[in-house]
């Protein structure tokens, strides 16, 4: 990187460390330390509610998504606004009413205390290894960048996001998310127009989009019913719609952003602003690794993005092999870059061209599948995958001097925001569920956001080493709801329960999400192939019905008295 580049990302960061730090002041007191004192305007919120999902993972692994997969992804949003509208209806004025912490104080509430503790364990699991996958996201940026590898990489990302953390609270992670989301347009849009910009002579946006477009990029409904595809309208209608429903209605981080406003109805707006703009979000993101992919097309691509695993076969004992798959795939790369050009200026026999362009694109893949097979041969590294190196590499070899600089601040700064308001909700719920809950009950506010800053600590450590083998899992985005789709169907079960069905008890409740929880593993093992996001529909609905039997079955029996 450019010395400018480099100024550009130490003075940011030393900048959101400097703004933690300034607001230690403030987050004296659980309330304001957790909640912002329940005092911040909707907009604020609604930011942060939209950021805080707004991950590095969005910037790096939904480009490369786009890239490799096109729109299909969006699919995965279309239950989003109806789930923003049930939340708001009955989650938002429920927390609201009974003043809680944590969503999982209700449950206490409402049925017992292991219902609660359980619930609360489940999501610092999901929540710490979704953190970790979040956390991957930069670190893999940075081992590109940097030729550093990635336990140095996820250190260097996970220091400022815990100090800033420990110190500033959620007041400072919402500001941060105000920040962030502004930023993040900015280098989404500079990029579209960069990419737009460096389309050959004689290839315009409508072209560029029918090159894309011929390889099924462009596809944003699939009608087929099948269990087995992740990204179809009704797995992203039904699947997607149980999975938005526990994260924004049940997961700590969505609940902790929302119970900062001043009131119900703020509370509301601000989770409006998820269900308007989420997904024309998603779509600029997507429209990002889409345009990469065409620039790719016209601009000679590497054979592998990863540039480190590269220089490690050029000099392994297959090095002469792989040498001579390079100059078979610069030979296909440029019958498809004449294919893709006799896409864009022919009208007569347009779909002929688009198959030639397909069979080429087919013919490129196999040759960079295969140097992927060599590089997990020489290198032992069977894990392997290249896709999460793509943007990153595109981000540092194309982009001009500042915007470079710009967009690595912004997937640092959406790290770091999205891993700041994760461990200040795993912070939440340890002290709140379980230190304040059963170890020390009577001590002062000061002494429990001690506790919390050291809880933030130790969060922070456990993302990291996950981090470092979310890291080889394949594509981020994916990783990361793979991670909470295992947990979250069953603990949206519990709140249906507590908030719907008014003849569960705790023991129904407690024993139904043992059930739940059984049910997705056993179907994750015996039946891997049905995508993660039907586990959310699983997950909940067996949570919901052993919930409710079990609680009319050991429901205790009156005995009438002798008259």
């Known amino acids: 990187m450019h010395p400018v580049d480099w100024a550009i990302v130490v003075v940011y960061i030393s900048w959101l460390v400097w703004d933690g730090v300034k607001r230690t002041r403030l987050e004296r007191t659980t309330e304001s330390y957790f909640l912002a004192n329940r005092s911040l305007p909707w907009w604020a919120v609604g930011l942060s509610v939209m950021a805080t999902q707004l991950s590095a993972i969005t910037l790096v692994g939904t480009t490369g998504q786009g890239y490799n997969d096109g729109m299909r992804f969006i699919q995965f949003y279309y239950g989003l606004p109806i789930a923003m509208v049930l939340v708001g209806a009955f989650c938002v004025p429920f927390f609201f009413r009974a003043r809680v912490y944590t969503a999982y104080e209700y449950l206490e509430r409402r049925f017992d205390a292991k219902t609660r503790a359980l619930t609360s364990l489940l999501f610092l699991f999901s929540r710490a290894m979704s953190c970790g996958a979040i956390v991957a996201a930069p670190a893999v940026v940075l081992s590109v960048i940097l ?54 002579d004689g290839v315009s946006v409508t072209d560029a989009l029918r090159i894309a477009g011929s390889t099924g990029r462009l596809t944003v409904v699939d009608t087929r019913v099948t269990l087995t595809e992740t990204y179809t309208v009704w797995s992203g209608l039904i699947g997607g719609l149980f999975l938005m429903l526990s994260y924004f ?24 602003m998820s269900a308007y703009w989420k997904i024309p979000l ?82 490129l893949k196999k040759a960079r599948a295969a140097a992927v ?7 032992r590294d069977k894990a392997y995958n290249d896709v999460n190196y793509m943007f990153p590499t595109f981000i540092t070899t194309a982009l001009p001097i500042g915007l470079v600089g710009l967009w690595i601040v912004a997937i640092i700064t959406a790290a770091t925001d999205s891993i700041a308001a994760e461990l200040n909700s795993l912070a939440a719920v340890s002290v709140m569920d379980f230190y304040r809950r059963y170890l020390v009950r009577t001590a002062d506010d000061h002494h429990y956001v001690l506790t919390a800053k050291i809880a933030t600590a130790v969060w922070g450590v456990f993302a990291g080493v996950v981090a470092i083998y979310a890291s080889t899992l394949g594509s981020l985005i994916e990783v990361v709801n793979r991670f909470g789709s295992y947990f979250y169907g069953s603990i949206l079960g519990v709140f249906i329960l507590a908030f719907f069905v008014r003849g569960a008890n705790g023991t129904g409740a407690f024993l139904g999400l043992i059930a739940g929880m059984a049910s997705v593993r056993y179907v994750a093992v015996v039946r891997p192939d049905i995508s993660f996001l039907w586990h959310n529909v699983i997950g909940a609905v067996v949570v919901v019905v052993v919930g409710w039997i079990l609680s009319q079955a050991l429901r205790p029996r009156t005995v009438a008295s002798a008259s």
């Open 147 to 200: 030729g550093w590898d990635v336990t140095t990489t996820t250190l260097v990302i996970l220091v400022p996001a815990i100090v800033y953390t420990m110190l500033g609270g959620v007041q400072a992670v919402t500001w941060t998310d105000v920040k962030v989301m502004g930023l993040t347009v900015f280098v989404l849009i500079a990029a579209i127009v960069f990419l737009v910009a460096k389309l050959p």
């Open 249 to 272: 209605g049940c997961d700590q981080s969505q609940v902790q952003r929302y119970l900062t406003a001043k009131s119900v109805d703020e509370g509301r707006t601000s989770l409006m």
């Open 282 to 363: 998603q779509v600029l993101v997507l429209l990002v690794g889409i345009f990469t992919f065409v620039y790719y097309i016209f601009h000679p691509p590497p054979m592998l993005f990863n540039a480190v695993h590269d220089r490690e076969v050029q000099s392994s004992a297959r090095a002469a092999e792989y040498r001579a798959l390079e100059q078979e795939f610069a030979t296909v790369y440029a019958a498809r870059r004449e294919a893709a050009l006799r896409v864009a200026q022919t009208d007569g026999a347009l779909e002929e061209a688009k198959q030639d362009f397909r069979d080429e694109d087919a013919h």
């Open 373 to 379: 097979e060599i590089v997990r041969d020489a290198t």
